[in-house]
């Protein structure tokens, strides 16, 4: 074939003088023959298929530039790419939009798209949200894989303060890193249970004790305990915060307010006991004191930290606002309804329980979320009939909203875990190929093997950089790479 792109085609004139619109196109796409016009094919002419249509006369050279192979006898061409994804792609020249068929990986649907050269803006808006959604999917294996990688990589370039800074910050951020840092997340976690534990018991009468005043204090062995569980919380957080590589984001992160609300006010009644009553009365001082020992219960939520279930819970909550939202809506309207019958039905008892609509907000609420406490309840019977009704909508308006809410706490939670067990395999992929070219071997072309960029000067050892480059895992990730890697049909996804 040496020379072949340097020989016209046989026959290309043949029919030159043919209209470009009368012309029938016959491509080959994964094994699947299918027979298109000029006309159809020119109403998008930037497009791979309309380039078909003036590609005889170039040559061969032109022709394999467009597609795989091309049998001249048939004037076939054959496309190595997947065919139910082209069914899809050429809805574009009789409908002017495409749409993405069930089953079909967005990814690499958008791979198909462009090799195509059918622009993304004629995918339907039902078949981007879906793209984004994968994009985000694989964003964040791509961000979870670069942590690890960041975990595993030692830059020697860096000083001794930055090593033992990052060192710090694995040990504390990163439980799984080590064996001793799994023990410190337990002691932590451990500790956190001890102060809300301590903080719970005294409040019992029984284990306080009498002050100089006559007052009723905690008890000396509690607040000792609770004294050394601040000082681990205050040293735990200064080493996070000193460790930090970016300080400012870490300061204003949602869990690091939280563990800051859970140490400051033992320091501020601290410094108030001891140094506020030279500057206010007494009085005064006991009642901060007494406000500022109610957020203490703000480090129950450092539990979060250590648990993936209620970081689940909380993304949970917080996608669910709609469905929250309508569980509002549906109670206030119920319970202002209810609450006004109730109140008028009541009105002709001598001894009736509801004063006001305002004071029958109580029971409204009461018998519509089942609690049903009794200190307000109907004596007639058209308002024992109205809270019956009460009930009823009750449960069935907390009922509705509970699927969504329940479907997005799991479909997060699947996703976490299909999302983590992503990067493991990716990691799995990159060190299994690394092993290969240091063999020699290399399960991908030869082509990514010739294109695999030189390790930097300066590191000893395979480069994680250059295992992630020649990954060709299903679930590839193109995020970590400036080269440009292309994913044909025999490459699944999953």
Same mark, same amino acid.
């Given at each position: 074939m040496d020379g072949a792109g340097e020989r016209s085609l046989p026959e290309p004139g043949s029919?030159?003088? &043919?209209?470009?619109?009368?012309?029938?196109?016959?491509? #080959?796409?994964?094994g699947v023959r299918r027979v298109l016009y000029g006309d159809l !094919?020119? &109403?998008?002419?930037?497009?791979?298929?309309?380039?078909?249509?003036?590609?005889? =006369?170039?040559?061969?050279?032109?022709?394999?530039?467009l597609c795989d192979d091309y049998d001249p006898g048939k004037r076939e061409f054959y496309f190595d790419r997947d065919p139910d994804a082209f069914k899809c792609v050429i809805e574009v020249y009789y409908f002017g939009e495409v749409h993405m068929k069930k089953g079909i990986c967005p990814i690499c649907f958008k791979n198909e798209m462009d090799f195509w050269k059918v622009d993304l803006k004629f995918l339907d808006d039902c078949c981007k949200s879906h793209l984004s959604e994968? %994009?985000?999917? !694989?964003?964040?294996? =791509? &961000? %979870?894989?670069?942590?690890?990688?960041?975990?595993?990589?030692?830059?020697? =370039?860096?000083g001794r303060w930055q090593r033992c800074q990052k060192c710090v910050w694995k040990f504390l951020e990163k439980p799984e890193s080590s064996?001793? =840092?799994?023990?410190?997340?337990?002691?932590s976690f451990l500790l956190i249970l001890v102060s809300s534990v301590v903080m719970c018991m005294g409040t019992?009468?029984?284990?306080?004790? !009498?002050?100089?005043?006559g007052n009723r204090v905690e008890h000396p062995t509690l607040e000792n305990v609770e004294t050394a569980c601040i000082g681990w919380f205050t040293l735990e957080y200064l080493l996070r915060l000193f460790s930090s590589p970016n300080k400012l984001h870490f300061a204003l992160s949602f869990m690091n307010i939280v563990d800051v609300l859970a140490i400051l006010p033992f320091y501020v009644s601290f410094?108030?006991?001891?140094?506020?009553?030279? /500057? /206010?009365?007494?009085? #005064?001082?006991?009642?901060?004191?007494?406000?500022? &020992?109610? /957020?203490r219960i703000a480090r129950i939520f450092k539990l979060a930290r250590h648990s993936s279930g209620l970081q689940t819970l909380t993304y949970a909550l917080k996608r669910s606002f709609k469905e929250l939202g309508l569980l509002l809506m549906y109670l206030a309207v119920g319970i202002f309804v209810f609450s006004a019958l109730g109140y008028t039905m009541e009105q002709s008892h001598p001894e009736t329980?509801?004063?006001?609509?305002?004071?029958?907000?109580?029971?409204?609420?009461i018998t519509m979320t089942t609690v049903g406490y009794g200190d307000i309840y109907p004596k007639t019977t058209l308002g024992k009939l109205n809270a019956a009704i009460s009930f009823l909508c009750g449960v069935i308006a907390i009922a509705l909203p509970i699927h969504p809410i329940i479907n997005n706490f799991v479909r997060y939670y699947n996703k976490q875990r299909v999302l983590e067990t992503a990067a493991k395999h990716e990691l799995e992929l990159m060190e299994l190929n690394s092993s290969s070219v240091g063999e020699g071997k290399t399960g991908g072309s030869r082509g990514d093997l010739d294109n695999l960029p030189p390790e930097p000067a300066g590191k000893e050892g395979l480069s994680w950089s250059s295992r992630l480059k020649v990954s060709h895992s299903d679930t590839f990730i193109p995020l970590l790479t400036?080269?440009?890697?292309?994913?044909?049909? !025999?490459?699944?996804?999953k």
């Open positions: 029919r030159g003088s &043919r209209a470009a619109d009368d012309m029938e196109i016959v491509v #080959n796409v994964g !094919l020119s &109403r998008y002419p930037e497009t791979r298929l309309a380039e078909l249509i003036d590609c005889l =006369a170039g040559g061969y050279d032109t022709i394999f530039s994968k %994009r985000e999917e !694989l964003e964040e294996i =791509a &961000r %979870r894989v670069q942590l690890i990688l960041d975990d595993l990589g030692v830059d020697t =370039a860096e064996c001793p =840092a799994r023990v410190v997340a337990v002691l019992i009468p029984e284990l306080q004790v !009498l002050d100089a005043e410094t108030l006991t001891h140094l506020g009553a030279r /500057m /206010m009365e007494l009085t #005064n001082v006991q009642q901060a004191v007494q406000a500022l &020992r109610i /957020m329980l509801f004063k006001s609509i305002p004071q029958s907000f109580w029971w409204a609420i400036e080269e440009k890697h292309h994913r044909t049909r !025999l490459q699944s996804c």
